[in-house]
């Protein structure tokens, strides 16, 4: 079985579903907790988090 696709912070990328928004793939983001505002989303536009 594949591993799971995982963003720069070791996190598990979400697919979200929704019949009011196209589907999207989202990171919680360096705080590693989805639904605050370092999320990135594939819909809308990245924060900037400087790399470390």
Known sequence: MKSP???RWGSELS???S???PSEVVSP???KTIGTD???SS???APTT???
């Open 38 to 40: 370092d999320d990135i």
């Open 43 to 45: 819909v809308h536009q």
């Open 19 to 21: 019949s009011d928004w």
């Open 5 to 7: 696709e995982v963003d």
């Open 15 to 17: 697919i979200v579903c």
């Open 29 to 31: 983001g360096p705080d």
């Open 50 to 52: 400087p790399r470390k």
